[in-house]
C-alpha cells in the first residue's frame, strides 16, 4: 500500500474526483444551515440534502468533499466507547463524492474501486463488497465488469445495505467495501467468519459506503417489499468514506489512534504533562479520550458552538469536562488542554484554516470551561462517593435520575461522566429518570413548524421551464425594475389572473426585491402592471431557485404574462442599508474592544433598528459601549468605501471572513470589505445583504441597549441613520427639559444634579435620625404599657415607624431594657403589615418561641413569617387587621406563661 500521511490521502481523494469533473465543494460548518432537525452536520449528503430533494439546485451535477462531522447524540451516541474502542470518535472526517442525476452505480463503484486499488494501491485480495440482496445491478457490475470474485461479494438485507432518509421520501440500496486486517484480527472466533456475519468482528472494516438514490417511498414500508417504491425521475449517488479509517489501513494502524492524525496531538499532551512512554502506555484511554474531545471541542468552538448548559452549547461543555475527568485520572491537577489545542490547530489550520482563525476563542473558552469544572470537579467527586457508599449499603446498583440531575445541575458534573465513573465501578445510572428531572432536554428536537406544501411551487417552477428565477444578475444595485409577471399563486393554488382586494403571490422574471436572510429583513414596495398596482408586504423563497413576492391587489386586476414595474420601498430600503453596514462595524468594534473570542451568534437587521448577539461572558461595562459608540462612528465619519467582492469560499476563509453562525453558504461568496486604511481592513465578513456605499451613508450610530440573550451570549441594539438623528434629538430635547426644571443651563445639568441627590441624601439622613430619636423616646411609653404575665413582662403594641430596621430596632430596645419579657410589635409601611417578636432566653426555656408565635398572628394580616425561638419576623398584605394581630399575640403569649 502506498504510504501516505493523512493530509495527502485527503488530497489525494479530492484530486481523484477532481480529474473526473467533480467540483471540489469546501466542507459546511458542523452546524447544519439548512436542517434545523439535526443537531450537527453528520454525513457528507447534509449540505446537499436540499439539492437531492429537489429543493435547490447547483451549478455542477458531480461534487467531491471532505466533511467535518459529529455523532454524538441520538442513535450515534456511543460516547463510552470512545477511547477504549480503536475506531470510535466523536469528530470525524467524511469524504465524499456526490452526483445529482450525472452518473449512477457503474461509475460510483468504478470510481471507488480505481481509487483504494490504484491511486491507494490497496492490496484488492483485502477488500470484500457488500450489495443489496435485490440489487442485480450493483452485483453485477462488480463481478461482471470489475471482476471480483463471487465469493468475495455478499448479498445482505436492509438492516445493512439498504438506505432511506425517512419513512417517506427518496431510498436507495446501498454497496459497502470493507477491508480485511487479516485471520490475526478475528476477534468473533468463529470458523466462518465473513463480512457476512456483521457480528462486530474485529478482523472486518467498512472503509466506504456507496448510496444509491433510486427509490422514492410513497408509503412506510417496514418490510421493503418494494412495492411503494417508485423509481426516482433523477438517481443520484451519495458515497461516504470516513478519512480515519482509510488512513489506519495506509498507515497500517490497527487503531484510529496510532495514526498521524492524533500522534501529534497525543505527542504534545505527553510533553506538555511529562509524562514517560511507559506512563502513556499505561493511561492509553485517557489519552485517546484527551485527543479526541480537544480535537471536537475546538472545531465546535471554531464554527460558533460555544460551551452552555443547553442544546448544542452542552456538547463542547461535556467533551472540555469529560477531557479533564480523564486527565484528572492520571494525577493532572492544572489546567493544559487548550496547550494540546495548539497541536490541533497547527496540523489542520491548513485545511480548516478557521481553527487558526479563531484560535483565541479555542484558548478562551477552553480555558475558562477547564477552570470552571476543576474548582467543581472535587467536590462533586465526593458527593458521588457518598452516593455510591449509600447504594452499597443498601444493595442497589443504578444511581436514580434524581441523584444524577443534582450532580449536574448542582455541581457540573455531566451525566456522561457520572455514567463513566459509576462503570468503572460496577454500577449503573437511571439515564430516562435523569431526562425526566431535567427541566431541559440536552438534545434539540426538531422545530415544531406548520406543514407547507411546497408543490404548488416546485410545480410552477418546472412548468416555467427553467432552472432558477428572481433576483436579477447585480448586487441589488438597482431599486425599480422592468419585468414579467411570470405566475399568480392564490388560496394555494396557481392561477391566471388576480383582483383588487385579494392576497396574490407574485413571481416575476427578474427582482430588484431583497428576500429575508442572514438576519435581515425583506423588502417591501409595489409592483405596478397595466392598470393594477400589488402592495408586496413580504417576500420568502419556498424552494431553491424560486423568490416569491407576498402581495395585496390595491388596484385592478393581474394577469400571468404582464408587463410590470417592480419598485422597492426606496426610504425602507436605505434605512436597512445603513443598519446591515453598521451592524459589521459594530461586530469589528466589539471584536476589537472585547476580544476576538466574540463571534456573532444572530442579528436582526430592521429599517428601525439593529440587534446583534455575540459571545461574551459579561455584560458590557458603560466604558465598553462608549469605546464600541466612538469607534464604530469614527469609521463612519471616515467615510471609507464598503467593497462587495464576489470570490470562492475557499479563499475568503483562508483570508480571515467571518461568516455567519448556522448559515449556509455556496461555493462563491460575496464579501463585504470595510478598510481601515488602504491596506487593513477593519471589518472583512461573508455577506449577502444590501449595504451602503461608503460609511458616511449610515450617518450616526447610537447603541441603545445591552442584555443577557442566553447563558455566555450577549445583546446589543442599536440604531443609525434617521432614527438616531430622532433619537438623538429626542434626548438632547429631554435634557434641556430638565436643564430648565433645575434652572442650569445643559452643560451643567450633572453637576447640579449631583448636588441636589447630595442635599437631598443629607436631608433623609436628617430624616432619619429625626425618627430614630423620636423611637427611642417612645420606648419608654412602650415599656410603661408593658403587662406582667407569669413573671414575665410583655409589651405588644402596633406603633407607627418609617420602617422595619427601625421596627426591629424599636423591638431590641424594648427587649434590652427587660429581664424577663416578650416584645411583639406591628406596623404598617408602605401599605404592608410588618411584624418582629423578640423573647429572652429564659422565657424560650419556658416555651415561648417567637417564630411560631409570628407565623400564627401573621395570618391574621393575610401573611406568612417565621423565625428562630428569640426572634422572628413577618409580613403580610392587610394592616387593617393589625389590632387583631396584637390581641391574639398576647393570647398566645398567655396561653405558654400562665
Known amino acids: 500500500m502506498k504510504q501516505l500521511t493523512s493530509a495527502q490521502i485527503r488530497q489525494a481523494f479530492l484530486d481523484f474526483f477532481a480529474r473526473h469533473g467533480h467540483q471540489i465543494v469546501a466542507s459546511s460548518a458542523l452546524v447544519p444551515g439548512n436542517d434545523p432537525t439535526l443537531l450537527f452536520t453528520n454525513a457528507g449528503m447534509v449540505q446537499f440534502k436540499d439539492v437531492f430533494l429537489g429543493m435547490d439546485k447547483r451549478p455542477y451535477k458531480r461534487a467531491t468533499t471532505s466533511q467535518k462531522c459529529m455523532r454524538i447524540s441520538g442513535k450515534h451516541n456511543d460516547l463510552e466507547n470512545v477511547g477504549p474502542s480503536p475506531r470510535h470518535h466523536t469528530f470525524f472526517e467524511m469524504l465524499g463524492n456526490f452526483s445529482f442525476g450525472d452518473y449512477f452505480k457503474r461509475d460510483a463503484i468504478r470510481y471507488a474501486y480505481d481509487l483504494l486499488t490504484g491511486v491507494y494501491q490497496v492490496p484488492p485480495e483485502k477488500l470484500f463488497y457488500t450489495v443489496y440482496q435485490n440489487d442485480d445491478e450493483a452485483y453485477k457490475i462488480w463481478v461482471d465488469e470489475i471482476g471480483i470474485e463471487p465469493d468475495r461479494v455478499y448479498r445482505m438485507g436492509p438492516k445493512t445495505n439498504f438506505w432511506q432518509m425517512a419513512e417517506t421520501g427518496p ?138 448548559t443547553t442544546g448544542r452549547e452542552y456538547i463542547p461543555r461535556m467533551l472540555i469536562r ?143 421551464g427553467v432552472d432558477r428565477i428572481g433576483n436579477a444578475p447585480y448586487d441589488y444595485d438597482h431599486l425599480s425594475l422592468r419585468t414579467q409577471v411570470l405566475a399568480l399563486i392564490s388560496e394555494g393554488g396557481r392561477v391566471a389572473q388576480v383582483s383588487q382586494g385579494q392576497p396574490v403571490e407574485i413571481i416575476l422574471a427578474e427582482t430588484p426585491f431583497y428576500v429575508e436572510s442572514g438576519g435581515q429583513v425583506s423588502d417591501t414596495g409595489v409592483i405596478i402592471g397595466p392598470g393594477w398596482k ?191 438623528q430622532q433619537t438623538i434629538l429626542g434626548r438632547l430635547s429631554m435634557l434641556n427639559i430638565v436643564a430648565y426644571r433645575l434652572g442650569c443651563e445643559p452643560e451643567n445639568v450633572e453637576d447640579r444634579l449631583a448636588n441636589l441627590l447630595d442635599d437631598l441624601k443629607a436631608t433623609r439622613q436628617h430624616i432619619e435620625q429625626l425618627e430614630r430619636q423620636s423611637a427611642q423616646s417612645g420606648v419608654g411609653d412602650l415599656m410603661a404599657s408593658a403587662k406582667e404575665i407569669g413573671g414575665a413582662a410583655v409589651v405588644v403594641a402596633e406603633i407607627s415607624v418609617a420602617d422595619s430596621e427601625l421596627l426591629g430596632q424599636m423591638a431590641d430596645w424594648c427587649r434590652d431594657r427587660m429581664t424577663s419579657g416578650v416584645v411583639v410589635l406591628g406596623s404598617s409601611i408602605d401599605d404592608k403589615a410588618r411584624l418582629v417578636a423578640k423573647v429572652t432566653p429564659d422565657l424560650v426555656k419556658r416555651g415561648v418561641h417567637a417564630g411560631k408565635l409570628i407565623g400564627e398572628i401573621a395570618k391574621i394580616v393575610q401573611g406568612g413569617g417565621g423565625g428562630r425561638p428569640d426572634f422572628a419576623t413577618a409580613g403580610g398584605n392587610d394592616p387593617s387587621n393589625l389590632p387583631a394581630a396584637m390581641v391574639k399575640a398576647e393570647e398566645l403569649v398567655a396561653q405558654v406563661l400562665k
Request: a negative charge; one cysteine or more.
Open 534 to 724: 400589488a402592495h408586496v408586504d413580504d417576500m420568502s423563497k419556498p424552494i431553491g431557485g424560486l423568490i416569491v413576492h407576498h402581495c395585496r391587489m390595491l388596484d385592478g386586476e393581474a394577469r400571468e404574462g404582464d408587463e410590470a414595474t417592480a419598485s422597492v420601498d426606496v426610504e425602507r430600503r436605505w434605512d436597512i442599508m445603513r443598519n446591515h453596514t453598521a451592524t459589521h462595524l459594530l461586530h469589528a468594534s466589539l471584536r476589537n474592544v472585547l476580544g476576538e473570542h466574540v463571534r456573532q451568534k444572530g442579528s436582526l437587521v430592521a429599517p428601525d433598528r439593529l440587534r446583534f448577539d455575540f459571545t461574551h461572558n459579561a455584560s458590557l461595562t458603560a466604558e465598553e459601549i462608549d469605546q464600541v459608540n466612538a469607534e464604530v462612528n469614527q469609521m463612519i465619519l471616515a467615510n471609507r468605501p464598503v467593497e462587495i467582492v464576489h470570490k470562492s469560499l475557499e479563499d475568503a476563509r483562508r483570508e480571515g471572513a467571518m461568516a455567519l453562525f448556522g448559515e449556509k453558504y455556496g461555493e462563491t461568496v460575496r464579501t463585504i470589505t470595510v478598510p481601515e486604511k488602504d491596506t487593513d481592513r477593519f471589518s472583512y465578513e461573508l455577506c449577502g445583504g444590501t449595504h451602503v456605499r461608503v460609511t458616511a451613508e449610515i450617518g450616526p450610530c447610537l447603541v441603545v441597549g445591552e442584555e443577557s440573550s442566553g447563558a455566555g451570549v450577549r445583546r446589543i441594539t442599536a440604531v443609525t441613520g434617521r432614527v438616531a
Open 171 to 308: 431510498c436507495g440500496p446501498t454497496s459497502e467495501i470493507h477491508f480485511d486486517w487479516g485471520p490475526e484480527a478475528c476477534t468473533c472466533h468463529d470458523p466462518k467468519c465473513s463480512v457476512l456475519l456483521d457480528n462486530g468482528c474485529e478482523r472486518w472494516l467498512e472503509v466506504w459506503n456507496l448510496v444509491f438514490m433510486q427509490y422514492n417511498r410513497t408509503q412506510a414500508d417496514s418490510s421493503h417489499s418494494g412495492q411503494f417504491d417508485d423509481p426516482l425521475p433523477a438517481p443520484g449517488v451519495d458515497t461516504g468514506m470516513g478519512l480515519e479509517r482509510i488512513v489506519a489501513i495506509l498507515q497500517d494502524a490497527k487503531a484510529n489512534y496510532d495514526t498521524d492524525l492524533f500522534t501529534d496531538i497525543m505527542d504534545a499532551t505527553q510533553e506538555i504533562l511529562g509524562h514517560d512512554d511507559a506512563f502513556r502506555q499505561e493511561h492509553t484511554v485517557a489519552y485517546r479520550v484527551i485527543a479526541d474531545h480537544v480535537r471536537a471541542a475546538a472545531f465546535l468552538i471554531a464554527d460558533g458552538v460555544n460551551p452552555g
Open 322 to 464: 469529560r477531557a479533564w475527568r480523564f486527565a484528572h485520572s492520571m494525577g493532572v491537577t492544572k489546567p493544559f488542554l487548550s496547550q494540546v489545542a495548539d497541536a490541533l490547530i497547527a496540523k489542520m489550520e491548513g485545511v480548516y484554516p478557521e481553527l487558526r482563525q479563531f484560535s483565541t476563542a479555542i484558548h478562551y473558552y477552553i480555558d475558562a470551561e477547564e477552570g470552571r469544572f476543576i474548582r467543581a470537579l472535587d467536590n462533586a467527586l465526593a458527593i458521588l462517593e457518598e452516593m455510591i457508599e449509600k447504594m452499597q449499603a443498601d444493595g442497589q446498583t443504578v444511581l436514580s435520575g434524581k441523584s444524577a440531575f443534582f450532580l449536574y445541575e448542582t455541581h457540573g458534573l455531566p451525566l456522561e461522566i457520572t455514567r463513566d465513573l459509576l462503570l468503572e465501578r460496577g454500577f449503573g445510572v437511571d439515564e430516562e429518570g435523569f431526562q425526566e428531572a431535567k427541566q431541559n432536554p440536552v438534545i434539540i428536537n426538531p422545530e415544531d413548524r406548520p406543514l407547507v406544501d411546497f408543490s404548488v411551487y416546485q410545480s410552477t417552477l418546472n412548468s416555467l
